[in-house]
Every structure is written in C-alpha cells, then in structure tokens.
C-alpha cells in the first residue's frame, strides 16, 4: 500500500502560532482537519448518469479516494471492487490547496439500495436501540464469514505491533493527534497503515485501499489500531472479512460483544509481552 510523501504529510499538518507556558518558542504543529464530500456517480434507468451527495465527514487529508471507497463499502453500498469504474476528485481546490470533495463513479448497470444512503441507525449511541439490534444490523450488511477464518499470530508478534504502528505514524510524530490503523501479517509485518483524525476514517482509508487493490476480504491479515477498538471500528473489520483485531486501547462492551457473536479475535490493551484476549484466543499461538 503506497505510503503519503513528504508533499502529502506538509497537507496532514501545519503550523499555528501557540503562547507556550512553561517552554520556549511561539509555534506548534497541529493535524489538519478538514472536511471531505463523498459523491456517488452512478447510472439512471434510462442509462443517463446522475450523481448523489453521500457524506460529509471530517477527516485528515490524504488518501482521500480510499477514504471515500471504504466509507462505501462499510457502509454497505459497494459490494466489490467490480462496482468501482473509477474515483476522482471534484470542485475547485480551496484556498489551502485541498480539494474537498471526491466522487467515486460506479459501473454502469451496478443498482444501490438508497435507504443504505443514510447513517446506520447503530451508529448513533444516543438512538435508543439495542446492543443486539446493532450486531444484528451488521450480520445483514457483511458478506464474509469470519468465524471459519485460521490466520494465527503468536503473543511475541503481537508485542512488536505498537512500537511498529507508532514508527509508521509520521506526522503523529509531529502533532501528537491522528489516529492510525494498520494491516499486518502472520509475522508482524506492516502491509499498510493510515492515519487520520478520525479512527473510524484511517481504518476506512486502509479497507479502500485494499479493495481498490482486489485485496479483500482479509482472512490471512489483522488489524491493529493505535488507540480504543469500538463497535463502529469491529464492524468495519467484520465488513472487511478480518478475524483479527487488536488494539493498544480498551474495547467497549458491544465491541467485545460483536467479536464473541461472530467468532473474531480481539485483543486489547496491547504492550510488549502483555495484553487482554476478550474472545477466540485460539487464534493466538500457544493459548
């Protein structure tokens, strides 16, 4: 997966004055937070191409038509990577240079189910509905089947993944506030990593990438994330067909609970040499 450039990380960041107390100097560096359009061009009835406003979200620059692929894939409007005729970016560049608005074309002939259009109901933790309800909505959206999944990673693999997210984190290194989310294999090894200040938004831009790269579902990969695993992030993963997830945060309760309902590894808690398996530890060697 290709890694942002120098002239990439200098749009995740920039510099803002700051009155320091207690230091010297009178700058900072901060991540970029912008906003980002994600339109749907697609094809009529009668063949005509019509193209539809999906999503605004906040993100970190970079990435953006991975971004806006896996936003549509875990939010269940892209089925493949079949579906996708081509992305590009819309608008003019604002006066930072960022274009803030991407549209990702689809295959004449692909149909879309425009009720998916709107914000999953589970996603919205003031709504109301049950833990049970959400886990429900998410066997009907995913399309693979984890449970049966064997990647295997061994405790020591394990302990490396934190000190080797945080070396791939270049511009959190510089600002101390992106979430990153990676793709690693049996040994340990980084396939992929994307930050964002959203963590809903780098594990989007890494599930884009691989299905624009014909890379999914991940069955012989996991995924570590640099901070909490939430439900909305095991959902994503489940989508995505990883079995596997650790994170260097806590879960929550309906995270742990998705896990155990579709038979998903999930770590949290993760240092060298410790860590909390809240379901299917099988999946780590020796335990």
Do not use: W
Not at 251 to 265: C, I, K, R
Request: proline share 4%; charged share 25%; glycine share 10%.
């Amino acid at each position: 997966m290709t890694e942002i450039d120098d002239a990439g990380r200098q749009q995740m960041a920039r510099h803002v004055s700051v009155r320091r107390v207690g230091a010297a100097g009178t700058d900072d560096i901060v991540a970029t937070e912008e906003p980002l359009e994600i339109r749907l061009g697609y094809s009529r009835r009668d063949g005509s191409r019509a193209e539809e406003n999906v999503s605004i979200t906040m993100r970190t620059p970079g990435h953006d038509e991975d971004l806006a692929v896996g936003f549509l894939f875990t939010e269940g409007i892209l089925r493949s990577r079949a579906d996708v005729q081509g992305v590009v970016a819309r608008g003019q560049p604002a006066p930072n240079g960022l274009t803030n608005a991407v549209r990702v074309e689809l295959v004449p002939g692909v149909t879309i189910d425009f009720k998916k259009l709107e914000r999953h109901f589970y996603t919205t933790s003031s709504c109301g509905i049950c833990g049970k309800a959400s886990i429900d909505a998410v066997a009907v959206q995913s399309q693979y089947d984890v449970g049966s999944a064997s990647f295997k990673v061994s405790p020591e693999v394990l302990g490396t993944l934190p000190a080797a997210l945080k070396e791939r984190q270049a511009v959190f290194e510089q600002t101390g506030g992106l979430h990153a989310s990676g793709i690693f294999d049996a040994t340990g090894a980084l396939v992929g990593v994307r930050e964002d200040v959203g963590r809903h938004n780098a594990l989007d831009k890494l599930i884009g990438r691989a299905l624009l790269d014909d890379r999914l579902p991940l069955r012989e990969h996991g995924l570590v994330f640099s901070g909490r695993a939430s439900f909305e992030l095991m959902q994503k993963a489940k989508v995505a067909g990883c079995a596997f997830v650790a994170a260097v945060g806590a879960p929550s309760s309906l995270a742990v609970d998705l896990a155990n309902e579709f038979g998903m590894t999930l770590v949290g808690f993760l240092k060298p040499g410790r860590f909390n398996v809240y379901s299917r530890p099988d999946r780590i060697v020796g335990l």
